[in-house]
């Protein structure tokens, strides 16, 4: 091995060594603590109701909320679509 060679190599060998030496809080960004917090307990459950029920074989359904008609129809893609 050259003379270059065995610098190169023991001033590797030097910065590795500082490095294996550093503490591993050092290398690594400060990390974030979370909290968790307990979910709110609502008082009513939620209500699953079939879609059938609503359309009953239709396409489409025409839905009264506060006075307002809001459209409910299938897509040929069979996705839902709700429009007021």
Do not use: C, W
């Not at 190599?9 to 968790?36: K, T």
């Not at 879609?51 to 996705?79: C, M, W």
């Amino acid at each position: 091995m050259d003379r270059d060679a065995l610098d190169f190599h023991r001033s590797a060998a030097h910065s590795n060594a500082a490095v294996d030496q550093m503490p591993i809080s050092d290398h690594r960004p400060p990390q974030r603590r979370l909290e968790l917090r307990p979910r709110e307990v609502t008082a009513r459950a939620v209500q699953t109701v079939a879609l059938n029920s609503i359309l009953k074989g239709a396409r489409e359904a025409i839905i009264d909320f506060d006075g307002a008609a809001y459209r409910l129809r299938i897509t040929r893609n069979h996705r839902l679509i709700l429009t007021k």
